[in-house]
């Protein structure tokens, strides 16, 4: 009997080692956190149960399964269309789509193959992630924050400070105090100016509260990348002195979508204005090869990284400069001729919403970029400094401040002269001098897109097509509803995988992002999305994704047959297809 009961004892045992594996299993298999694991985005259309969810202010926590539609910023209602015109005023960037898609999301993985293969070391410093805004778009800047702690292995992550730059809107008080008390508890730090800063100084304001080994400035609007922070920390660990940047991938400003930016690092020309230059070759021919980092002469300044205390050694920022601009040349200049060296790692990757204008201006209307820009001229630029005031003989009397403080500071620190930095660090700028550089963002270079779908644009409510009012190769010419004839190749629509309807194979369908409440009109086509992508579902619903609105016939009586851009409400004026 003892012997039976040890033998069903020994099974029970058995049975429940078995059923708690697999228990295990499914939770640390299938419990993975997604957000880890980002995946590409396909383009697909976007149900109706999640376009049609409240625009208010506050979006849901987590949004990390949903595919990034074109469609996402449909406007369905007046109050969409409030959100998305008083974003763009405000923000310059598409607030409706922000607020839709939530804290959370996935993201394309736009690194190199190489990097994903790459190891660090675990004893790395653990960093300060400083955060300055002014008047930010809520679900923007809450979204920067858990990309942050979604992507960021919790013991690299020291703190993150957020600098609020003295904000107006509400909801960045009230609203972020509680919603950083509930959901932030103990991750981050929450520093209100108490008079408007900018950028420069609110940025030494963080710093100067952090207590991290190295300080990680990110831009309010940004989203960083899968395993973005482990290749800014190494080099910095390798030597203090290396100050190190991302890769800045790209956020459209009207749809959101995330993709990747070329390798290129920073320059600048004689009006002290940042650009981006290509990579020499022999930069990129090293053991690492396109994963390797890449020596710099300028940032642009939103993001980089820097040990804490080197931070303070090497003078911070210039105080005397306001608000924003000119700082990132400063610094950079700074950097090399004190005895630093600037970077750019290609294994990390931080998104940045390209904003079409700058949103918000200056106390008073000051000129801060030619203030600061005096200001580094004068205390780091030696002789070049004429090449400068050449340009802006405008600015030769003006007043830009004391900067006897800069200037001994450049004399303890013992930085070398303008000269060697043009020579040792940039000497393309002096090579380039006077020759035209084509710019290096050219969206899709000669790349002919494929085509999708070919055919008449018939209106199935008119059941008429869409074709040039005029001729069809006329730049702004209007498009009306006709009779459809399938003999006329003047009616002939391509829609191809970038979204741009060609008309005889010569103009895009085009709308005013400036006047959003002109009709659509043929322009060249530019490739560039915007203003000249539209989304063509299941629905039959002509969706233009800069304007946010449908296409639709004005009056369906009427002889003219002239069309407009409404908001998107399914009625069979908005009905579209495409036929063959």
Same mark, same amino acid.
């Given at each position: 009997m003892p012997s039976v009961t040890l033998r069903y004892f020994c099974y029970g045992c058995l049975v429940t080692s078995a059923t708690w594996s697999v228990l295990l299993y499914l939770y640390f298999f299938l419990g993975a956190e997604p957000s880890r694991n980002p995946v590409q985005h396909r383009s697909q259309t976007i149900s109706r149960g999640v376009s049609d969810q409240q625009a208010g202010r506050r979006p849901p926590p987590a949004n990390k399964g949903a595919e990034l539609s074109p469609e996402m910023g449909m406007?369905?209602?007046?109050?969409?269309?409030?959100?998305?015109?008083?974003?763009?005023?405000?923000?310059?960037?598409?607030?409706?789509?922000?607020?839709?898609?939530?804290?959370?999301?996935?993201?394309?993985?736009?690194?190199?193959?190489?990097?994903?293969?790459?190891?660090?070391? $675990? %004893?790395?410093?653990?960093?300060?992630? /400083?955060?300055?805004? *002014? +008047?930010?778009? #809520?679900?923007?800047?809450?979204?920067? &924050?858990?990309?942050?702690?979604?992507?960021?292995?919790?013991?690299?992550?020291?703190?993150?400070?957020?600098?609020?730059?003295?904000?107006?809107?509400?909801?960045?008080?009230?609203?972020?105090?509680?919603?950083?008390?509930?959901?932030?508890?103990?991750?981050?730090?929450?520093?209100?100016?108490?008079?408007?800063?900018?950028?420069?100084?609110?940025?030494?304001?963080?710093?100067?509260?952090?207590?991290?080994?190295?300080?990680?400035?990110?831009?309010?609007?940004?989203?960083?990348?899968?395993?973005?922070?482990?290749?800014?920390?190494?080099?910095?660990?390798?030597?203090?002195?290396?100050?190190?940047?991302?890769?800045?991938?790209?956020?459209?400003?009207?749809? $959101? %979508?995330?993709?990747?930016?070329?390798? /290129?690092?920073?320059? *600048? +020309?004689?009006? #002290?204005?940042?650009?981006?230059?290509? &990579?020499?070759?022999?930069?990129?021919?090293?053991?690492?090869?396109?994963?390797?980092?890449?020596?710099?002469?300028?940032?642009?300044?939103?993001?980089?990284?820097?040990?804490?205390?080197?931070?303070?050694?090497?003078?911070?920022?210039?105080?005397?400069?306001?608000?924003?601009?000119?700082?990132?040349?400063?610094?950079?200049?700074?950097?090399?001729?004190?005895?630093?060296?600037?970077?750019?790692?290609?294994?990390?990757?931080?998104?940045?919403?390209?904003?079409?204008?700058?949103?918000?201006?200056?106390?008073?209307?000051?000129?801060?970029?030619?203030?600061?820009?005096?200001?580094?001229?004068?205390?780091?630029?030696?002789?070049?400094?004429?090449?400068?005031?050449?340009?802006?003989?405008?600015?030769?009397?003006?007043?830009?401040?004391?900067?006897?403080?800069?200037v001994a500071l450049r004399t303890r620190l013992q930085c070398r002269s303008f000269q060697w930095y043009l020579d040792t660090v940039y000497p393309e700028m002096q090579a380039a001098a006077g020759s035209k550089q084509q710019p290096l963002f050219v969206n899709k270079g000669l790349r002919r897109p494929k085509v999708l779908q070919r055919g008449r644009l018939r209106n199935l409510a008119a059941g008429r097509c869409l074709v040039a009012q005029g001729r069809v190769s006329q730049k702004g010419g209007a498009v009306v509803l006709r009779p459809c004839d399938p003999r006329d190749p003047e009616q002939d629509w391509a829609y191809d995988e970038d979204g741009q309807l060609v008309l005889a194979g010569l103009l895009c369908l085009d709308m005013s992002e400036v006047r959003t409440a002109d009709p659509p009109r043929l322009m060249k086509c530019h490739g560039s999305g915007g203003s000249q992508q539209w989304s063509l579902g299941k629905s039959n619903r002509l969706y233009q994704v800069s304007v946010g609105q449908c296409l639709a016939v004005s009056h369906l009586t009427g002889p003219k047959g002239h069309v407009s851009m409404a908001i998107c409400d399914g009625s069979e004026a908005q009905q579209w297809q495409l036929e063959g």
């Amino acid at each position: 009997m003892p012997s039976v009961t040890l033998r069903y004892f020994c099974y029970g045992c058995l049975v429940t080692s078995a059923t708690w594996s697999v228990l295990l299993y499914l939770y640390f298999f299938l419990g993975a956190e997604p957000s880890r694991n980002p995946v590409q985005h396909r383009s697909q259309t976007i149900s109706r149960g999640v376009s049609d969810q409240q625009a208010g202010r506050r979006p849901p926590p987590a949004n990390k399964g949903a595919e990034l539609s074109p469609e996402m910023g449909m406007i369905f209602n007046e109050v969409d269309q409030e959100v998305r015109d008083t974003g763009y005023h405000r923000h310059a960037f598409n607030v409706l789509i922000s607020n839709r898609l939530g804290y959370h999301r996935e993201l394309p993985d736009t690194r190199d193959p190489q990097c994903r293969h790459k190891s660090y070391p $675990l %004893a790395l410093p653990a960093a300060s992630v /400083v955060i300055c805004f *002014f +008047n930010e778009a #809520l679900s923007a800047l809450l979204r920067t &924050v858990h990309s942050v702690l979604d992507r960021t292995p919790a013991y690299l992550l020291h703190e993150i400070i957020l600098v609020d730059d003295h904000s107006e809107p509400g909801e960045l008080k009230d609203e972020l105090d509680r919603y950083a008390r509930k959901e932030l508890q103990g991750k981050v730090k929450l520093i209100r100016n108490q008079q408007r800063e900018g950028l420069i100084r609110g940025r030494m304001i963080g710093a100067s509260q952090a207590t991290g080994e190295v300080l990680v400035f990110l831009d309010s609007h940004c989203e960083v990348n899968q395993a973005w922070l482990q290749p800014l920390l190494a080099p910095i660990k390798r030597d203090r002195r290396n100050v190190v940047c991302p890769v800045i991938d790209i956020i459209s400003a009207d749809t $959101l %979508a995330y993709s990747p930016s070329p390798i /290129v690092r920073g320059g *600048f +020309n004689w009006g #002290l204005h940042f650009k981006w230059d290509p &990579v020499p070759p022999s930069a990129l021919s090293g053991p690492e090869g396109a994963s390797g980092p890449i020596r710099s002469p300028t940032m642009a300044g939103g993001l980089f990284a820097m040990d804490r205390k080197y931070f303070n050694e090497l003078g911070q920022y210039d105080a005397g400069m306001d608000i924003w601009g000119g700082e990132n040349l400063e610094i950079s200049f700074r950097i090399w001729m004190c005895g630093g060296q600037l970077l750019i790692v290609p294994c990390s990757r931080v998104g940045h919403i390209f904003r079409k204008r700058r949103p918000y201006g200056s106390p008073g209307g000051q000129d801060t970029m030619a203030h600061n820009s005096l200001r580094l001229a004068h205390v780091w630029m030696d002789g070049y400094k004429e090449q400068y005031l050449a340009l802006r003989p405008e600015l030769r009397d003006r007043g830009y401040g004391d900067v006897s403080e800069r200037v001994a500071l450049r004399t303890r620190l013992q930085c070398r002269s303008f000269q060697w930095y043009l020579d040792t660090v940039y000497p393309e700028m002096q090579a380039a001098a006077g020759s035209k550089q084509q710019p290096l963002f050219v969206n899709k270079g000669l790349r002919r897109p494929k085509v999708l779908q070919r055919g008449r644009l018939r209106n199935l409510a008119a059941g008429r097509c869409l074709v040039a009012q005029g001729r069809v190769s006329q730049k702004g010419g209007a498009v009306v509803l006709r009779p459809c004839d399938p003999r006329d190749p003047e009616q002939d629509w391509a829609y191809d995988e970038d979204g741009q309807l060609v008309l005889a194979g010569l103009l895009c369908l085009d709308m005013s992002e400036v006047r959003t409440a002109d009709p659509p009109r043929l322009m060249k086509c530019h490739g560039s999305g915007g203003s000249q992508q539209w989304s063509l579902g299941k629905s039959n619903r002509l969706y233009q994704v800069s304007v946010g609105q449908c296409l639709a016939v004005s009056h369906l009586t009427g002889p003219k047959g002239h069309v407009s851009m409404a908001i998107c409400d399914g009625s069979e004026a908005q009905q579209w297809q495409l036929e063959g």
